[in-house]
């Protein structure tokens, strides 16, 4: 493998990982998560092309570790716009995503707040196993939001604050009930309820009038979605 030393960019880790992994609808004009001098930048195969994107409309950045199979981007041509970073790479018959393989190489240099850039848009499947994730990550102490700019998914805690940079947001329960949820007056549309139940829809599409606004939920897991449109 080509590249920095595994041992650099452990040192120069913050606990953050910034991975860039493919999608479609991608706007980096619209990223209000900024990844920082000391975050572990990784691109996921074609996670290569949301970072240039994002170099090109936002700021430059070059990768730290670039992986994958790489079935969906010329290596021969990364390796040239990239020669300081760190070549991963995997057959294309394995058992993770190109997204999952960052996720967990993140991990493993001891990151345990995760930002996935991109990911979303695009193939279905791809984009439901990457919400899967970050289950994952939560159970290994992590925290994970995932964002393609007009959209920030993220698992709900207890009490969640909201700025208000997009206009829409969603409570989507993925456990059969979630328990005690509350969104508060800030909101559009306040609402409260014991139970949540997963075929529920009335905390979809809300609205947020005043920021910071808040949403709680006291028990079971629930997705938080920030949308512009």
Not at 111 to 134: E, F, M, P, S, Y
Not at 183 to 188: E, L, R, V, W
């Amino acid at each position: 493998m080509n590249g920095i030393d595994i041992k650099k960019i452990k040192e120069k880790s913050s606990g953050c990982a910034y991975i860039f992994t493919g999608g479609t609808g991608f706007s980096p004009e619209y990223m209000t998560d900024i990844p920082a001098e000391d975050d572990i930048i990784i691109a996921a195969d074609s996670g290569c092309r949301i970072l240039s994107e994002f170099s090109e409309k936002m700021h430059k950045i070059d990768p730290d570790i670039i992986l994958g199979d790489m079935d969906s981007y010329d290596k021969s041509g990364v390796e040239k716009k990239y020669p300081e970073a760190k070549f991963i790479s995997f057959p294309p018959e394995k058992d993770d995503t190109d997204t999952a393989l960052a996720v967990k190489t993140a991990a493993e240099l001891g990151c345990r707040k995760i930002i996935i850039a991109g990911g979303l848009g695009g193939r279905l499947d791809h984009t439901l196993a990457n919400i899967c994730l970050l289950e994952y990550i939560r159970d290994i102490g992590g925290s994970c939001i995932i964002t393609d700019g007009k959209n920030r998914a993220y698992l709900a805690e207890k009490e969640n604050i909201l700025d208000g940079k997009r206009k829409y947001v969603s409570l989507i329960p993925l456990d059969e009930k979630v328990k005690n949820v509350k969104m508060d007056y800030n909101f559009k549309y306040p609402y409260e309820t014991k139970i949540l139940e997963r075929r529920s829809f009335v905390t979809v599409s809300n609205e947020i009038i005043k920021a910071p606004a808040r949403i709680y939920v006291d028990e079971g897991m629930a997705l938080i979605v920030e949308a512009e449109d």
